[in-house]
């Protein structure tokens, strides 16, 4: 077949990687599979129809040889920059887009080059930048939500208050509230905001108060103006629920120059099961830092959620690891954690991680308010 194009294509050369774990019954097999997957995720078009050999050899996905990994094979495959179009959801789509939808293939690493990486702004703050912007240097950061669903608003802010008194360094809506009619966003949202402003003001501390801008695709902007005029420290932002480049957009965004807490709502299938989907590191770390999160919400082992202990190492590295110039970015392990955990959190995350207590931190002991109860957390975590 041949198919007349004025148009030479001319390629840059520079190419983009994805490593996937591809189960296989030996190393051809898996070379087979990873030719399967160079076309599926570019040219979706079989082979031997290619219409010129500038196609095949310039845009369609190029595999290293296949190296044992676990019981399976491991096979980066290198993509042409140009096929991404300088689109995060483009450039998702050419590593896992149609592969997503089969079994035995699970995208493990990214890795971009400079000429890549830096279509995209990353976090704004990561690790340094809300260390600095919270004066917290020396402990792990502290985050707690406000809950539960069905709250006032009046209530809502009463908790913020009380949780900012009582040394809590980031204040996250739940990622339940939205924009019911029991708390409604702007009804809520200054409220929360002024209760910690207060408290700070009282405490002298820098409390951050993060509201949930998740929405609909209409609103989200909106929503994120109206939270920072109304004097949010933060974002929370769920891109499970609407995508990544929505997230993007806010971190991009220098008239609004907050930080973003991603929450992981929705996204867990993904990463179910050895054989199949993202890796955890990609999905709750990397993922996250091309999408400019600055911290990462993902479930500790032994709490709600299913998660081993060489899942969550393999998220904090996601978060923390050299990427390709992205700044590093808080893991926040959670899912019920409670205060008896805290030093065994610190041990196994070091120090540049954000704890995050939900419902424990309103289990009081006897004799104990809820100001006391932070207060103790805090000193749990300074050690």
Request: with cysteine.
């Amino acid at each position: 077949m041949s198919i007349d194009d004025p148009v030479a294509l001319a390629l840059s050369g520079a190419r983009f990687a994805g490593r996937y774990r591809i189960r296989a019954d030996d190393e051809a097999a898996a070379l087979a599979r990873a030719r399967e997957i160079c076309l599926e995720q570019t040219v979706e078009f079989p082979d031997a129809l290619i219409p010129n050999a500038a196609i095949r050899e310039q845009i369609v996905g190029a595999p290293d040889a296949p190296v044992a990994a676990d019981g399976a094979w491991d096979v980066t495959i290198r993509y042409p920059v140009e096929a991404a179009g300088g689109e995060l959801t483009q450039l998702v789509n050419v590593l896992f887009g149609n592969v997503a939808l089969q079994p035995g293939v699970r995208l493990m690493d990214i890795d971009l080059p400079e000429s890549l990486a830096a279509q995209f702004a990353g976090p704004r703050f990561g690790i340094a930048g809300l260390r600095r912007l919270l004066g917290v240097a020396d402990r792990p950061l502290l985050c707690t939500a406000l809950k539960p669903m069905g709250l006032s608003s009046r209530a809502l802010a009463q908790l913020a208050y009380e949780l900012a008194c009582g040394g809590i360094d980031l204040i996250k809506d739940d990622h339940g509230l939205a924009d019911q009619p029991f708390s409604p966003f702007d009804e809520r949202v200054p409220r929360c905001a002024e209760a910690v402003a207060r408290a700070n003001r009282e405490t002298g501390r820098r409390c951050l108060y993060l509201p949930n801008v998740t929405a609909s695709a209409t609103a989200v902007q909106a929503r994120a103006r109206a939270a920072r005029e109304s004097g949010a420290g933060g974002l929370l932002f769920c891109p499970g629920l609407t995508g990544l480049d929505p997230m993007r957009a806010l971190a991009a965004d220098a008239d609004l120059g907050l930080p973003i807490l991603s929450h992981p709502a929705f996204v867990g299938g993904l990463a179910l099961g050895p054989d199949a989907g993202l890796a955890p590191r990609v999905l709750y770390g990397q993922l996250n830092r091309l999408a400019g999160a600055d911290a990462a919400i993902f479930p500790h082992l032994g709490g709600r959620f299913a998660f081993s202990a060489d899942d969550c190492q393999a998220i904090a590295a996601g978060c923390t690891d050299a990427m390709d110039g992205f700044s590093a970015i808080f893991p926040v392990p959670a899912g019920g954690m409670k205060l008896a955990r805290v030093r065994e959190l610190c041990d196994f995350y070091g120090r540049d991680c954000m704890l995050l207590i939900g419902g424990d931190l309103h289990a009081l002991e006897p004799d104990e308010d809820l100001v006391q109860r932070c207060r103790r957390f805090v000193a749990l975590a300074a050690g």
